[in-house]
């Protein structure tokens, strides 16, 4: 692995992929430690690192690396992008004319895209708004005058706007000139950012005695990254025959191939999904006043809390849920039979037509449910270790998800450019 690094480092077109990539990352981090106005950044800082800040928030801080904390311009992060990116993927299938799109080539994909980046501005100025009401609620404002904070409120919605709709341009500039994903790079950064801050905590259960805990997490992280590399790389080969056919004197087909479906086709958004719905209970009750005695809604909403087990039995079924809807999303059993049949297919043993499909889609089922209980697994693993153990850490199996999947993703992209220059590479 070293000495591909070193390869690719002495080819000047990766190597200025690389630097630039790094540049980028860099002008992340820097935004996501500059304040906005207005904001009184120690009381949040410092409620924050006492705990006193409520689940939505601290859910919220892991993804954006800590902006939250800091009431910085990039405190969005990328999570408005992310979230619009999803919905107008929903809509393709309930819209028409945005089907149409999808379906168009290139041209529709730069529209679909131009949609995505109205979307997240817009998504962006209802966070940014609520993320106000939060910190006035919680008198996190520097300011108390009623006319100043209708001042502060106009500044403060207007950067947070600002700054998610930068983070989508520099993500984008990733994507043109740089390695991997740009929006996943920096999700990748911002959650990578909050590592030392885990280590802290891991640090002081070691001096409170939590010895056999501490250990038992780190030897339970590496078993789940090996873990989650397996499932991310695995799948199932359906095998595929083609008929032999003459045109002229040439012989086509013949061959054997296979149709490969991942385990875990749908990533990680199905915990993406089922997260943003648990998280809505907790963000209304962050504006909720508690009452003696408390009303029966804040009960209500009291059970989603993200250390309990209604949230985690919830949490698991929600998943398997959005994962068989992710899949039907991606793959159409019937369309995939007719293609097979059109271009001459067989899957050995099973009839063209209807039994094909019926033959995939059993196949998908199953897989798809593998998968699910896998997401799931790893989903709820943070709740169960808190529960028994005690600890509460920052990178939860959803953090290590994305970040491993966003590792494996960049590597490949790596490897493939450096196998285009005949180097051996990291998969080999």
């Known amino acids: 692995?070293?000495?591909?690094?070193?390869?690719?480092?002495?080819?000047?077109?990766?190597?200025?992929?690389?630097?630039?990539?790094?540049?980028?990352?860099?002008?992340?981090?820097?935004?996501?430690?500059?304040?906005?106005?207005?904001?009184?950044v120690a009381a949040l800082k410092s409620a924050s690192e006492s705990g006193a800040t409520n689940e939505f928030f601290s859910y919220l801080s892991i993804l954006t690396g800590g902006g939250l904390e800091y009431g910085a311009i990039f405190a969005m992060s990328v999570t408005p992008y992310i979230n619009s990116s999803i919905i107008i993927q929903l809509l393709c299938v309930a819209i028409p004319a945005l089907e149409r799109l999808s379906k168009e080539g290139e041209e529709g994909q730069k529209k679909l895209a131009q949609i995505t980046r109205y979307a997240t501005v817009i998504l962006a100025l209802?966070?940014?708004?609520?993320?106000?009401?939060?910190?006035?609620?919680?008198?996190?404002?520097?300011?108390?005058?009623?006319?100043?904070?209708?001042?502060?409120?106009?500044?403060?919605?207007?950067?947070?706007?600002?700054?998610?709709?930068?983070?989508?341009?520099?993500?984008?500039?990733?994507?043109?000139?740089g390695i991997g994903n740009g929006i996943s790079m920096l999700l990748f950064a911002g959650i990578l950012s909050r590592g030392p801050q885990a280590l802290f905590k891991l640090i002081e259960y070691w001096k409170l005695d939590k010895q056999v805990a501490v250990i038992g997490i780190l030897l339970l992280f590496l078993v789940v990254i090996g873990f989650i590399v397996w499932m991310t790389n695995a799948e199932r080969r359906i095998p595929v025959q083609y008929a032999k056919r003459v045109v002229g004197n040439?012989?086509?087909?013949?061959?054997?191939?296979?149709?490969?479906?991942?385990?875990?086709?749908?990533?990680?958004?199905?915990?993406?999904?089922?997260?943003?719905?648990?998280?809505?209970?907790?963000?209304?009750?962050?504006?909720?006043?508690?009452?003696?005695?408390?009303?029966?809604?804040?009960?209500?909403?009291?059970?989603?809390?993200?250390?309990?087990?209604?949230?985690?039995?919830?949490?698991?079924?929600?998943i398997i849920g959005f994962a068989y809807f992710y899949a039907t999303i991606q793959f159409n059993p019937v369309e995939m039979a007719n293609n097979l049949r059109k271009n001459g297919g067989a899957v050995p043993g099973i009839r063209p037509g209807?039994?094909?499909?019926?033959?995939?889609?059993?196949?998908?089922?199953?897989?798809?449910?593998?998968?699910?209980?896998?997401?799931?697994?790893?989903?709820?693993?943070?709740?169960?270790?808190?529960?028994?153990?005690?600890?509460?850490?920052?990178?939860?199996?959803?953090?290590?998800?994305?970040?491993?999947?966003?590792?494996?993703?960049?590597?490949?992209?790596?490897?493939?450019?450096?196998?285009?220059r005949h180097y051996k590479g990291f998969l080999d």
């Open 1 to 40: 692995m070293l000495e591909t690094l070193r390869n690719a480092w002495k080819v000047k077109e990766i190597r200025n992929k690389i630097l630039f990539t790094v540049f980028i990352i860099i002008i992340f981090r820097i935004g996501s430690v500059i304040p906005v106005p207005y904001i009184d």
């Open 354 to 420: 209807k039994p094909t499909s019926d033959f995939i889609a059993k196949i998908l089922s199953r897989i798809t449910l593998m998968g699910a209980i896998f997401l799931s697994v790893i989903a709820i693993l943070p709740i169960l270790i808190g529960s028994i153990g005690g600890i509460n850490i920052s990178l939860g199996g959803t953090s290590v998800l994305i970040m491993v999947g966003v590792a494996l993703d960049t590597v490949q992209n790596l490897e493939s450019q450096m196998m285009m």
């Open 126 to 177: 209802i966070q940014g708004t609520a993320y106000f009401f939060y910190l006035k609620g919680s008198n996190y404002l520097s300011v108390n005058k009623s006319g100043a904070v209708v001042f502060a409120a106009f500044v403060i919605i207007l950067a947070f706007t600002a700054g998610s709709a930068l983070v989508m341009w520099l993500g984008e500039r990733i994507d043109e000139k």
């Open 250 to 318: 040439k012989m086509y087909g013949g061959q054997n191939s296979h149709i490969p479906i991942k385990v875990n086709m749908s990533g990680v958004m199905p915990i993406i999904f089922a997260s943003s719905i648990l998280m809505l209970p907790t963000m209304i009750l962050s504006f909720m006043k508690q009452g003696n005695p408390p009303s029966s809604w804040y009960k209500f909403l009291s059970l989603f809390s993200v250390q309990g087990v209604f949230y985690a039995v919830i949490y698991f079924l929600l």
